[in-house]
Structure formats: structure tokens, C-alpha cells
């Protein structure tokens, strides 16, 4: 936002607006639709553990995890990335670490980071959440390496 006396940049203040709304539908999405399959997801557990070793529960149970895992992307992806504090290599290093934990994604680093501008750091961070939601979902892959070299 522009202080007093700051010129207006009628750009910015529209992607200042869409921000706040991206964060705003994140925060939604979290405290209705990610709750809610939390609940499905602790219920097809309890199924699972119920009807031992029967196909169609783990199948669910399966199928709820990963729905809550993509629900999770979506709202990471949402949320404004702190781009401003944050150079990509952190922003690219942070990202994939959630992903990491799973065993599926690995970080790399080549050279010494050069300083962006706040929208170029935007712009190539969005691009790269949208190219690891594709390999993610659309790639047969055991394990997805993100690399970033200056």
C-alpha cells in the first residue's frame, strides 16, 4: 500500500487486492474444506484399522490422504510467498522442503544467489510452484529435483 504523499501505481494496487484475496480464499479453504477432510480422513483411518486389510477402506483412506495433500498445495500456493523478505533461493528451498519430508523432492543450488527485484522473485516463484504442482500430479516420477543456478 502507498503512504501519504507516495504516488499511486494503479498496477500495484490491484496486485495488492488480489493478494489479500488469494490469502483471504487460503484462509477459507483452511477453516472449512481442510478441516472437514482432516475429519474424513481420521474417519477412513478408523475404517481402515476396523476392517483390517480390506481394499476399498485403504483405498479411500488413500485416496482422502492425498486429496488433503493436494488441498495443502493449493493453499500454499495461495498464500503470498513473503517474497519481499526472502530471496528465491529461499523461497525454492522452502517450498520443496515440505515436499522433502515425503522423500519425493530434493532442492539444489548452484552458484551464489544474485538479488532480484520483488516482482521478478514473485513471478519465478509462482512459475516454479506451478511447474512442481505438474510434475507432482502428471509425472510418473519417484522423485522430483528442483534446481536453481546463477
Avoid: W, Y
Avoid at 97 to 116: H, K, M, N, V, Y
Avoid at 133 to 149: D, E, M, T, Y
Amino acid at each position: 500500500m502507498t503512504g501519504p504523499g507516495e504516488p499511486r501505481f494503479p498496477a500495484r494496487d490491484l496486485l495488492e487486492a488480489v493478494d489479500r484475496d488469494r490469502d483471504r480464499l487460503a484462509q477459507c479453504l483452511h477453516d472449512s474444506l481442510c478441516q472437514s477432510l482432516c475429519a474424513v480422513a481420521l474417519q477412513s483411518d478408523s475404517l481402515c484399522r476396523a476392517l483390517q486389510g480390506e481394499p476399498r477402506a485403504e483405498a479411500l483412506a488413500r485416496d482422502v490422504r492425498q486429496s488433503l495433500l493436494r488441498l495443502h498445495e493449493l493453499m500454499l500456493g495461495l498464500r503470498q510467498p513473503g517474497h519481499e523478505e526472502n530471496s528465491l533461493a529461499e523461497l525454492l528451498r522452502r517450498s520443496v522442503e515440505g515436499l522433502a519430508r515425503e522423500g519425493s523432492c530434493e532442492f539444489r543450488l548452484a552458484g551464489s544467489p544474485q538479488p532480484l527485484g520483488q516482482e521478478e522473485t514473485f513471478h519465478l516463484f509462482r512459475i516454479a510452484q506451478a511447474a512442481l504442482g505438474n510434475a507432482r500430479h502428471h509425472a510418473s516420477s519417484a522423485k522430483i529435483l528442483v534446481s536453481l543456478s546463477f
